[in-house]
């Protein structure tokens, strides 16, 4: 994986060193492609083939890449380049941005920082964007939350959260070559950042990352919406952790996914129960526990230990924190909050930041006894 420092203007025209190496990640990971056209929209751009340097592109000009039988075919004004095993395409300058196209299929261009390596597995390209961390950061923010929120606060947590699990995880798809993906098996990496909140954020906690009190970084789990109250991760993965600790998080009431309901039949919920889990439904004392279950803080089981975790899973539910409530012929299911509970609310830190608390107070709420310090700084204490 190449190194290099690069210079990063924001749009203010304030500068930043960036602190770290670039990553691979995986663009259109979920997708079969056999032909795409690359653009250059900002810089000159060098185009190798087997390693060797077979043509350029300047501002505006493009190629098209396509498979043909084992190998990539390069193809400049419709005149033949050759034909390659692997192609990079590398920018010439300090900001490089490119536009690439899957052609024949109904998927939509999207525009990238920095550079693109492309080869072929399994009769598709695999195509890997070569990007410094910084604008991969503000590219995942942009894709996961662009709309949630407009706050800069907000923004700089996410970015913090982003960061700490890139280069936490980095190794994720070592044996595939590259070090993440664009989907959630990783972070949602859908195109370059071109939102100016989101730049400032990502710049004025450039190199920024969250760690525990061994000063190693955290895994930065979170969630939607609490339903006002985070559960401890081991509760949910078997895994004790010093900072991912249950809290009572009142911030998270009163937004848009603090709350949900769904109705069905009792028959169909006792069904259910019986036929998943062999539920002994025909018991009077069980039966009325399964159609008059009440969880006023989280539990980890529903009667007969059935985990909550798992109905969620079968049944679709936005959370655990669920209860269960004889209607008629129906049973109400009335819960709270959305996702798996663990560590950070987004929207109870978008109240936080509506009340005018820092990324830093509020990343230090939802994870315990940590700290938000720069990269530089682990790579010292190693």
């Avoid at 809290?247 to 009431?253: E, G, I, L, Q, W």
């Avoid at 509506?354 to 994870?367: D, G, P």
């Amino acid at each position: 994986m190449k190194k290099r420092v690069i210079i990063f203007l924001t749009l203010l025209t304030v500068s930043a060193v960036i602190f770290a190496s670039d990553f691979n990640v995986r663009i259109f990971s979920q997708d079969n492609i056999k032909s795409v056209t690359i653009t250059s929209l900002v810089g000159k751009y060098t185009i190798s083939g087997n390693e060797a340097n077979v043509t350029t592109i300047e501002k505006g000009e493009a190629v098209t890449l396509s498979i043909e039988k084992t190998k990539i075919r390069i193809k400049r004004d419709n005149k033949d380049v050759g034909l390659f095993n692997n192609i990079q395409i590398e920018g010439d300058g300090l900001k490089n941005i490119f536009k690439i196209k899957p052609l024949n299929q109904d998927l939509n261009e999207r525009i990238y920082d920095d550079d693109l390596e492309l080869s072929i597995e399994k009769g598709m390209l695999k195509i890997v964007n070569n990007v410094n961390i910084e604008h991969y950061v503000a590219g995942v923010v942009q894709s996961e939350i662009l709309g949630s929120c407009d706050s800069l606060e907000f923004f700089k947590i996410q970015a913090i959260i982003s960061r700490t699990y890139a280069i936490n995880n980095m190794m994720k798809h070592y044996k595939e070559g590259y070090n993440l993906c664009d989907d959630v098996h990783c972070q949602v990496y859908k195109s370059r950042c071109n939102n100016y909140q989101i730049l400032m954020a990502t710049t004025l906690t450039t190199g920024d990352v969250i760690v525990d009190k061994t000063k190693r970084m955290i895994s930065a789990a979170f969630c939607s919406n609490s339903g006002g109250e985070t559960i401890n991760s081991e509760e949910l993965w078997s895994i004790s952790t010093t900072y991912l600790k249950a809290v009572v998080d009142t911030f998270s009431n009163g937004m848009r996914n603090s709350s949900w309901e769904k109705k069905m039949p009792v028959r169909e919920w006792l069904n259910y129960l019986k036929t998943t889990y062999k539920y002994p439904v025909e018991d009077t004392a069980m039966r009325h526990k399964a159609l008059n279950f009440e969880q006023t803080t989280r539990k980890m089981y529903f009667p007969d230990s059935i985990p909550l975790k798992s109905i969620r899973k079968d049944m679709d539910f936005k959370s655990t924190f669920f209860s269960v409530k004889k209607e008629g012929d129906n049973v109400i299911i009335k819960g709270k909050g959305y996702g798996h509970g663990v560590g950070l609310s987004q929207e109870g830190a978008i109240k936080m930041v509506r009340y005018k608390y820092k990324a830093s107070q509020i990343l230090k709420f939802y994870y315990k006894d940590v700290d938000i310090i720069n990269y530089e700084e682990i790579k010292k204490i190693d």
